[in-house]
């Protein structure tokens, strides 16, 4: 149980095109996802939380105009990068939190790699 | 001071021998604590949770918890070459979101 699902796994756009990337929990149901942003050899970094039927929250210093989240069910949260530039060029994973879970466990999606070229 | 503390390794142990990750925090209203395991270009994967002091065992692994010394390890007996990863530990608390350490990347040597 507890599997979470992303698409696309890879991604290569052109600068100033727009990139959606599906985070999707398959076997329950998730009031929250969340997204985050890895660079190469960090730790991964929160980028917004997602609560279905709600707006996004973002974190500090995040866009919400250039990361568009969209959490439309409670299956599937979609962020967007609108206006991709090649510093936007990272690994993207959701999470999800059951809606029946207690003590706030997070499923990994599998991540997206963006590159921006 | 970071919120999260984790020794940043790279740590290296030959296989069969027992591997030692730690992890210290700041925000005693901590009141979950998560060891991730990542593979080099995959996303982190759950190996153990804990929420109470002591210890609790899950084959290999063994996660230790010490609210008082706001003090997290996760231990790997008779560890095995694809041990090797980063491991990430995190918490949460009050806002039920993850705080996560910098990670710490381990080598089994076989």
């Known amino acids: 149980g507890a599997v979470v699902s992303q698409h696309p796994s890879r991604v290569i756009c052109k600068s100033g095109t727009s990139v959606k990337i599906e985070c999707r929990s398959l076997d329950f149901q998730a009031t929250t996802m969340f997204w985050y942003r890895q660079f190469p050899k960090q730790s991964l970094m929160l980028m917004a939380t997602?609560?279905?039927?709600?707006?996004?929250?973002?974190e500090q210093g995040v866009e919400k105009d250039k990361f568009l989240i969209n959490h439309a069910s409670l299956t599937l949260s979609t962020l967007t990068v609108t206006s991709a530039h090649p510093e936007d060029s990272s690994f993207y994973i959701c999470?999800?939190?059951?809606?029946?879970?207690?003590?706030?466990?997070?499923?990994f999606g599998p991540g997206t790699r963006l590159t921006v070229l | 001071q970071k919120e999260v503390e984790q020794n940043s390794g790279p740590l290296s142990v030959p296989e069969g021998a027992i591997a030692s990750l730690n992890c210290t925090y700041s925000?005693?209203?901590?009141?979950?604590f998560f060891w991730y395991r990542q593979y080099s270009g995959k996303s982190p994967e759950l190996i153990m949770s804990i929420y109470s002091n002591g210890d609790k065992e899950d084959g290999r692994f063994t996660a230790q918890l010490n609210k008082a010394s706001q003090y997290v390890s996760l231990l790997i007996r008779d560890s095995q070459p694809s041990d090797s990863a980063t491991y990430l530990c995190?918490?949460?608390?009050?806002?039920?979101?993850?705080?996560f350490g910098s990670g710490t990347q381990l080598t089994v040597l076989p």
């Open positions: 995190a918490f949460s608390g009050s806002a039920r979101q993850l705080t």
């Open positions: 925000d005693r209203g901590s009141q979950s």
């Open positions: 997602s609560n279905e039927g709600s707006k996004a929250t973002y």
């Open positions: 999470s999800a939190r059951p809606f029946a879970g207690t003590n706030n466990e997070q499923f």
